[in-house]
């Protein structure tokens, strides 16, 4: 049967705007593709340096849960995409039945669990940077992150209850609530994720804040606008500006409308692959040793260290790059500057070691 102009037209703008289609699989795909590249580097790293500790162990299986989750969703929607072409394009039947949408809407519910994970991680490096300065506005962040997890869990059973229930046709006002349901635990994930994100940041922010003078020096020693910028950006990354910026573009798209839905619909796609993307550098810079712990302990240690005078330089910030950096454009050769423990002689680097071991640097 052909299709008159007007069914084409509907079915061309169901494939673009519906979720999990056309404008928003492609971004997804090429976010995604990131993803895929930074798995295998992180995870080769982590093995070849040992998961030593219970807390590298925790994060590596998450990681890989997280992307295993993201995997599922991307495949899920890329059938569903392959799908409704060929029942609107290929073999447009009248007859022919819809392609099941559960599960494309099952995998939308169950991949906001790498937000209330992702959001874990960017309250754990909060936990660890500024514990020591008080925990009360962290525990307002864990209690955030537990409504979180709540609003999640909410969102996941409602939607299994409304697959469960759609061809009942006894139970049709029961699938209008639940369905208003799942709208609002939705957004609450959303409104507590961008909440947690930013308080969490906002702790962070303000320890960085605090040793401004030893960052400041850190990035006044770049050599290159190329080292500047991938030290900046390695601190917004892991002060959890840029995925708490995202965070609060899905949150705001949500109320966008577009020809089919609203923006929301067509970035969230994009921002759950981004929440994944996330532990990832947080673990690619714990284990280059680039991130702020060791700025953060030196003003949380309280140590003082009379006979010596200690430059900027001798201390080093959380932001410093060492060798085989990932963000680094230049080798050691031809930025000296860039390690801390490089001296004139073996004497000089063994006292700024002590030195350094002293504050809790190494």
Not at 132 to 150: E, P, Q, R, T, Y
Not at 206 to 211: F, L
Not at 342 to 360: E, F, H, I, P, Q
Request: aromatic share 8%; glycine share 6%; charged share 15%.
């Amino acid at each position: 049967m052909t299709l008159n102009s007007e069914e084409e037209h509907q079915h061309a703008v169901d494939l673009l705007y519906h979720s999990g289609h056309i404008i928003g699989i492609i971004p997804q795909t090429f976010v995604y593709g990131i993803y895929a590249v930074l798995i295998p580097v992180s995870s080769f790293i982590m093995l070849r340096r040992g998961l030593t500790t219970r807390a590298r162990k925790i994060l590596f299986g998450m990681i890989i849960f997280m992307f295993l989750l993201s995997t599922a969703y991307w495949i899920i929607s890329m059938v569903s995409l392959l799908q409704l072409y060929k029942l609107y394009f290929l073999d447009p039947d009248p007859d022919a039945e819809s392609p099941n949408s559960n599960y494309l809407q099952l995998a939308n519910a169950l991949v906001l669990i790498n937000y209330v994970l992702t959001d874990g991680v960017v309250v754990w490096r909060a936990w660890v940077l500024c514990s020591a300065d008080g925990i009360k506005a962290l525990s307002m962040c864990l209690f955030m992150l537990g409504l979180a997890a709540v609003s999640v869990t909410s969102t996941i059973g409602i939607r299994i209850i409304l697959i469960i229930i759609n061809n009942d046709p006894s139970a049709v006002l029961l699938n209008d609530r639940l369905s208003l349901g799942i709208n609002v635990t939705q957004v609450a994930t959303l409104v507590m994720s961008v909440f947690t994100n930013s308080l969490a940041t906002s702790i962070i922010s303000i320890k960085a804040w605090r040793g401004r003078v030893q960052i400041r020096d850190d990035l006044g020693a770049a050599s290159t606008g190329n080292l500047r910028a991938g030290k900046i950006f390695a601190l917004l990354i892991e002060t959890g500006v840029l995925y708490t910026l995202s965070c609060l573009t899905v949150l705001i798209a949500t109320v966008i409308p577009v020809e089919l839905g609203t923006l929301g619909d067509l970035y969230t796609p994009v921002n759950v692959q981004l929440a994944g993307i996330y532990p990832v550098v947080v673990l690619l810079l714990i284990t280059h040793d680039k991130s702020l712990d060791r700025t953060v302990r030196v003003f949380a240690s309280g140590v003082e260290i009379s006979g010596f005078h200690i430059s900027t330089r001798q201390i080093e910030s959380g932001m410093h790059f060492e060798r085989r950096s990932v963000l680094s454009t230049r080798s050691d050769e031809s930025c000296p500057d860039l390690d801390p423990y490089a001296a004139d002689s073996d004497t000089d680097t063994d006292t700024k070691r002590k030195l350094a071991a002293n504050v809790g640097m190494v």
